[in-house]
């Protein structure tokens, strides 16, 4: 039974969920309702937001000095921790976005008659490089920013869409909520307070914003390597020192040593004279010496501790396996490495859930605009639902242990065709299952077997002759 909250506001029960979530915040609700100068909703709602606000996000001073840092970083121009931000960056913008992105249309099963919807959306991810590298380019700001502001704006010449990323740094936006409407951004300010009056505010309807790693009542994403990087900054001065007494080491001080006065000026001459340096000759009477000092070594060692430590700290917050980094040494073995990507995988699945919801919104937010912009009435509106965008699952383990785990669960029937093909790497299942339709059209079934499981047996045999021709050469 929905709950009535006095006044004309009335969201609905999904849309207030948010007031139920916690203890403190029903509890603050239940007080709020019995007091009757609060009975509005409007200012029911304001004063929940006011109790739970993020003080942390008031003075943004040190934010914004942080991720100019760490943007210097990934594109080399910084002193320290390049070569570590670019690693982590990319790592997570490849596994979030390397295989691609999927569309589907829901609307028509033949590949040759696509729907209009189909058509449509395909061509805005086209025209705007969201189906190649300008995927790429969205994890890496994603990682960079922690969070992406994609601006979308209808184009009268082209007959569609634009959409293009707004610049975190360079306008330094802001995206609000509505505190009676806290499920959904209401506006965002780019160049917000202006001097020069280049402040513009966009409209919910012109923008989608997606956030990573955010805290409650937040209103910006966090950086994934923000959280370590002060550490990337001393691994880096680590491996410095540990280079300077290497060098050091490399030029030992060497000692003359004389029985008398007499002695050693006679060495001072000699030395002198030939301008005598560590390789070249030098001739010496009885009772002189000759060694060759440097440090006693200790401070390698010391070095070393603080240099592993960095790493695997760095590694265990940004979920980048230490191999990755550079540090291959710090496996045991092939087992550890292949489990150590198990937290990467995790946070991938998670921000591909992000990812995909940013799509379905820009995707209803494109059509409404490409309803008006092509002219179609509400009888021939274009219906989002008739285009769905995925992600390719990401395999785990290599295609040998995957094969070996997934076949006999296919074969014995447990498991979908489409499920099986997509858990050994297959990018397109569905697209893959369609080409085998037509291959038995053309050629027949496969004599002497189920056609669908010598299919199986037959990608699976590939499969492994690609991994074993790839590990001969």
């Not at 991720?67 to 931000?85: D, P």
């Not at 997606?210 to 680590?238: N, P, Q, S, W």
């Not at 893959?432 to 990608?459: N, T």
């Amino acid at each position: 039974m929905p709950v009535d909250i006095p006044g004309e506001f009335k969201p609905t029960l999904s849309e207030r969920f948010w007031i139920w979530a916690g203890s403190k915040t029903s509890a603050r609700v239940d007080e709020l309702a019995t007091n009757t100068s609060y009975a509005d909703s409007f200012k029911l709602f304001d004063r929940i937001g006011d109790v739970d606000h993020d003080e942390t996000e008031i003075d943004n001073a040190t934010r914004w000095s942080r991720l100019s840092t760490l943007r210097k970083m990934y594109k080399g121009e910084s002193k320290r921790g390049n070569q570590l931000a670019g690693a982590i960056t990319d790592f997570h913008a490849a596994l979030q976005f390397g295989q691609g992105i999927r569309l589907k249309d829901e609307a028509s099963d033949d590949p040759d008659k696509p729907s209009p919807a189909f058509e449509a959306f395909r061509e805005f991810m086209d025209v705007n490089d969201l189906s190649d590298e300008g995927l790429i380019d969205l994890g890496v700001s994603g990682e960079l920013d922690g969070q992406v502001l994609l601006r979308l704006q209808p184009d009268p010449i082209i007959n569609q869409v634009r959409a293009w990323t707004i610049p975190l740094l360079r306008t330094r936006y802001e995206v609000r909520w509505k505190t009676n409407e806290p499920w959904t951004p209401s506006v965002a300010v780019l160049n917000p307070g202006d001097a020069q009056g280049n402040e513009e505010k966009l409209e919910k309807h012109e923008f989608v914003f997606v956030r990573f790693r955010c805290v409650k009542d937040g209103t910006y994403g966090i950086a994934r390597v923000l959280r370590v990087l002060d550490e990337m900054e001393d691994l880096h001065e680590a491996i410095r020192d540990w280079r300077k007494i290497n060098r050091i080491f490399a030029s030992p001080t060497p000692v003359f040593l004389g029985k008398d006065a007499q002695a050693m000026a006679r060495i001072k001459t000699a030395i002198v004279s030939i301008n005598w340096k560590i390789g070249k000759a030098f001739i010496g009477m009885a009772g002189d010496e000759f060694k060759l000092v440097g440090l006693a070594g200790g401070e390698h060692a010391s070095l070393k501790d603080e240099i592993v430590s960095h790493a695997q700290t760095i590694s265990g917050a940004t979920n980048v396996p230490v191999h990755y980094l550079g540090y291959p040494e710090l496996m045991s073995n092939r087992s550890v490495a292949d489990s150590d990507m198990e937290p990467a995988l995790k946070a991938t699945e998670k921000a591909l859930k992000q990812w995909s919801g940013f799509f379905t919104e820009t995707k209803e937010k494109v059509f409404n605009m490409l309803n008006v912009l092509h002219g179609r009435g509400a009888s021939g509106a274009y219906n989002p639902d008739d285009v769905s965008v995925k992600f390719p699952s990401v395999r785990k383990g290599n295609i040998i242990e995957s094969i070996k785990a997934w076949l006999p669960v296919r074969v014995s029937k447990q498991i979908s065709h489409a499920t099986f093909l997509e858990k050994i790497g297959i990018d397109d299942p569905e697209a893959e299952m369609q080409s085998i339709e037509r291959e038995v059209d053309e050629f027949g079934e496969m004599e002497g077997e189920d056609e669908s499981e010598a299919r199986i047996l037959a990608v699976a045999s590939q499969a492994i002759d690609r991994e074993d021709g790839g590990a001969a050469a």
